[in-house]
């Protein structure tokens, strides 16, 4: 397996945060409103993103959103090289997704192949009026044609650059965007 190095921090807390705060307006824009919206996480680091954006919405409309966390872990086609025994976790839909428009909230856009894995899994729930996908980073480099609906920043990467974003729930209390490289 290849070692990755840090090359550097693309973005902080702050300019997270930043990105965040755009991403809801944009997202409830978007709908035109916050009546058929409900949010949902890709497990890990989608649901962090969802979070933040549901809590600005809150803050800015006063408006609460259902929130949701999907595992996608049983949807993925690389399921098989992924572990041995894979850890499926639970899925937590708090509302029927029938005639809302859900949007998938994932940390980095890449091949296109989780946000694939998580629409067929969404799927299993209903029908939604639409699909939206919020991503903090897009990177590049899809092998699916599949496109976010709103992008936090698009980095351009390389194929041996990989993008790691922390958030405090999930990371320790670090939040930031590193850029890594893989070695070897």
Do not use: N, W
Not at 104 to 130: E, W
Not at 167 to 175: H, L, M, P, V
Request: charged share 30%; glycine share 6%; proline share 4%.
């Amino acid at each position: 397996m290849a070692e990755l190095t840090v090359k550097r921090t693309l973005f902080d807390a702050r300019q997270m945060a930043r990105m965040m705060r755009r991403m809801a307006a944009e997202l409830v824009e978007r709908a035109g409103g916050t009546d058929t919206l409900m949010l949902v996480g890709v497990r890990t680091r989608g649901v962090p993103l969802a979070d933040f954006v549901a809590a600005e919405i809150v803050r800015t409309e006063g408006v609460e959103l259902p929130v949701g966390i999907l595992d996608i872990t049983l949807y993925r086609d690389d399921l098989s090289t992924i572990a041995p025994q894979p850890v499926v976790k639970e899925s937590v839909l708090p509302v029927p997704i029938e005639d809302r428009i859900v949007v998938l909230c994932d940390d980095v856009l890449f091949s296109g192949r989780t946000i694939r894995a998580a629409m067929d899994a969404l799927m299993d729930y209903g029908r939604p009026k639409a699909i939206r996908l919020a991503v903090l980073i897009d990177r590049g480099h899809r092998e699916l044609p599949i496109h976010a609906d709103c992008i936090g920043e698009t980095v351009q990467t390389t194929d041996t650059e990989v993008i790691k974003v922390s958030y405090a729930a999930t990371d320790d209390g670090k939040e930031m965007v590193e850029l890594l490289e893989r070695e070897g």
